[in-house]
């Protein structure tokens, strides 16, 4: 009988077939141990020379690092651990792997990603991108049982939807089009007939810099939804992420090991309430309790920032769950965010960033939407915007606009705060950055 590695403990004491690779091999002399993988787990397989014929053992003596193999045997428990190991009665090579490079020694990252095809049969990298299929899957759940209705919005893309310079230019047909950083705009218009809905696929951002947080190719999902204000807005996420990583924590619990990942804060995050603040209430905060050295003055610039690399990690420190932080300046918002003046004159945007704990920084970007065709009009106006591109746009104003709000959660800075790796690009199976559009 066929099975996969992971169905193992369904058939202790039944002889099994097993295809895959072997991941490392040892030898006592009169015994092979070949630790095999077949993507869906890892198990030992025990070749002892006194149990099998004389070519079977030869076999398993030729198999090299990352050999492919089809191993029979029984399946034990091991007597000491909680997993299963495999006595061999058969061995068939299938594939040969001399001189594999990646070897048992410690290679450096540049190595690592320069050869990405090869290292994604490794465990790290095994169990972060299977971390990530699980947030990917738990994420289109959470929307199809809240009603939501998938709506794929266009990768080429005529406007902009954030920062104008940070987009990649195409070639479209002699005329200048742009990748998408986002497909909000469009699904802004989707709610208008369906309620409810989210677009999930790769989205493109043209940043020149170098850190571990950003990536020029990314995977977005973005929701909207009529008649749902800011706070109503807060409320879904918040729902969205607990339920993403309670479903990493219960089907996820072998990744995570051999991440050596602390699940304490993501248990806790799951049953207890998210943290909630203004935009000038954290800054305050950050101030008093001098959570941010280097900040050499709080002038008005300071209260006008938009939180820094630093102070979202401080503020995840302090209180150790995930933090809302809240109507943010308009001045350093995107333009189709709703607007309001607060009690200090200050003109604010209605909208939150989603800090996530242990360095995890924003996450989820979300507002509520200015649904005034005449506000939306002037703000596109002032910011000097080709105003024919967003007549269309503007459509969803002038017949029948309602209130609605929306966010964006990144794929890859999700998994990466889960997962607890060091750099973004252990997120992706094959990233794109600035220096980097190979293999």
């Given at each position: 009988m066929k099975i996969s590695i992971s169905h193992s403990s369904q058939h202790v004491g039944k002889e099994v077939v097993i295809q895959g690779w072997?991941?490392?091999?040892?030898?006592?002399?009169?015994?092979?141990?070949?630790?095999l993988r077949d993507g869906s787990g890892f198990i030992q397989a025990i070749v002892a020379s006194q149990a099998v014929a004389p070519e079977v053992f030869e076999a398993a003596q030729r198999a090299t690092i990352e050999s492919s193999v089809e191993i029979t045997g029984t399946v034990s428990k091991h007597p000491k651990k909680e997993e299963y190991e495999?006595?061999?009665?058969g061995v068939k090579l299938l594939g040969t792997s001399e001189e594999y490079p990646i070897g048992k020694k410690e290679h450096g990252p540049e190595f690592l990603f320069d050869n990405r095809d090869l290292y994604l049969r490794s465990q790290t990298p095994w169990a972060v991108l299977r971390i990530r299929d699980r947030v990917f899957f738990s994420i289109e759940q959470f929307f199809h049982e809240e009603g939501f209705v998938r709506f794929d919005t266009p990768i080429i893309q005529p406007t902009s939807c954030e920062d104008t310079?940070?987009?990649f230019t195409v070639d479209y047909y002699d005329?200048?089009?742009?990748?998408?950083?986002?497909?909000?705009?469009?699904?802004?218009?989707?709610?208008?007939?369906f309620g409810k809905v989210y677009d999930f696929g790769p989205v493109f951002r043209a940043e020149k810099s170098k850190t571990r947080h950003h990536l020029s190719e990314l995977w977005m999902m973005d929701a909207e939804m009529a008649f749902h204000d800011q706070t109503m807005n807060m409320d879904v996420q918040e729902r969205m992420v607990k339920r993403i990583v309670g479903d990493v924590l219960k089907y996820c619990a072998q990744e995570l090991a051999i991440l050596g990942r602390d699940t304490t804060i993501l248990q806790r995050l799951v049953n207890e309430p998210f943290v909630h603040l203004k935009h000038h209430e954290a800054k305050r905060i950050l101030k008093e309790e001098g959570l941010v050295s280097g900040v050499e003055s709080y002038d008005d610039t300071y209260w006008q920032d938009?939180?820094?690399?630093?102070?979202?990690?401080?503020?995840?420190?302090?209180?150790?769950?995930?933090?809302?932080?809240?109507?943010?300046?308009?001045?350093?918002?995107?333009?189709?965010m709703k607007k309001y003046t607060d009690e200090h004159g200050v003109l604010r945007a209605r909208c939150a960033d989603l800090i996530a704990p242990e360095e995890?920084?924003?996450i989820i970007g979300g507002s509520q939407r200015e649904e005034s065709y005449d506000a939306l009009k002037k703000e596109i106006v002032d910011r000097n915007y080709p105003l024919e591109e967003y007549e269309w746009y503007l459509n969803t104003r002038k017949y029948g606009t309602v209130?609605?709000?929306g966010f964006g959660i990144g794929l890859e800075r999700t998994v990466r705060w889960l997962t607890g790796v060091h750099h973004i690009r252990e997120t992706i199976a094959f990233p794109r950055t600035?220096?980097?559009s190979r293999p």
């Open positions: 072997v991941y490392n091999t040892r030898s006592s002399g009169k015994i092979v141990f070949l630790q495999l006595q061999v009665s310079t940070q987009l005329e200048p089009n742009y990748l998408s950083q986002s497909g909000q705009l469009y699904s802004e218009a989707g709610i208008m007939g938009d939180m820094s690399t630093e102070e979202e990690i401080a503020l995840g420190n302090k209180y150790q769950l995930p933090v809302f932080i809240e109507d943010y300046p308009a001045a350093i918002k995107s333009f189709y995890g920084r924003e209130t609605h709000s600035l220096n980097r």
